[in-house]
């Protein structure tokens, strides 16, 4: 079965300072991972994916299969960017793709 | 892009009451959706599986005969929290699968959920 682990539940940071979210999986298939991002009284919103490789918000993650992880970077953290984060990975099961969630890390950015 | 809503979101309950949450796609079809819950400060844990037309799959752990869960259409997935006690207490939260999205998905607004 497919596990999702995000060893930091609270993650605290100066304004400007990086930040790294990390983010370790077990699956035995071809993983397909998600980061989302949850702020304050919003609903779950995707951040960003790796097939797409691309960077949002000035955050990046990169995959790394031989580490198994996934893990979030931005180089300068904003206030903005308090929020809770869930790293995910989507894979199959009896009823098709789910998205297996992380215990989530919540990021707060000091002023 | 996408949007899925959720309705209500937040309800309180007695005891032995039911309770009906709703899930609607607004721009597009979910032939899946899934159903999940969260405690406070955890994360989100995945109760069900619902594919329009067919049964929901649940997870293991999740009372079936409890939470019932209706896909009857593209646009529309129910949540039936049946003879809800104080410990069905949380927050429910439904997501879709976007199509042709690269297995993107979209999440409801959730609903609070309190039984007094």
């Known amino acids: 079965a497919q596990r999702v682990t995000q060893p930091e539940k609270l993650l605290s940071v100066f304004k400007g300072a990086p930040v790294e979210l990390k983010c370790n999986y077990s699956?035995?298939?071809?993983?397909?991972l998600f980061w989302y991002v949850q702020y304050s009284r919003q609903r779950l919103q995707l951040l960003l994916r790796?097939?797409s490789r691309e960077s949002i918000k000035g955050f990046t993650a990169d995959l790394n299969k031989g580490e198994t992880s996934f893990h979030l970077k931005k180089p300068f953290a904003q206030e903005e960017d308090s929020a809770m984060y869930y790293c995910?990975?989507?894979?199959?099961?009896?009823?098709?793709?789910?998205?297996?969630f992380g215990g989530g890390t919540r990021l707060m950015v000091k002023p | 892009g996408a949007v899925v809503s959720q309705h209500p979101s937040w309800v309180i309950c007695k005891s032995g009451t039911s309770v009906k949450i709703e899930c609607r796609s607004l721009?597009?079809?979910?032939?899946?959706m899934f159903w999940y819950r969260q405690f406070p400060k955890q994360s989100l844990m995945l109760m069900a599986t619902?594919?329009?037309?067919?049964?929901?799959?649940?997870e293991q752990g999740v009372e079936k005969d409890k939470f019932l869960i209706n896909h009857a259409s593209l646009t529309l997935s129910t949540l039936t929290v049946t003879s809800a006690h104080p410990e069905d207490s949380s927050f429910y939260i439904c997501?879709?699968?976007?199509?042709?999205?690269?297995?993107?998905?979209?999440f409801g607004s959730g609903t609070r959920l309190t039984v007094v």
């Open positions: 721009d597009f079809q979910a032939t899946t």
């Open positions: 995910a990975l989507s894979a199959y099961n009896n009823a098709g793709n789910m998205l297996t």
């Open positions: 790796h097939i």
């Open positions: 699956y035995s298939g071809s993983p397909e």
């Open positions: 619902s594919n329009e037309g067919s049964k929901a799959t649940y």
């Open positions: 997501s879709a699968r976007v199509p042709l999205s690269g297995d993107g998905y979209t």
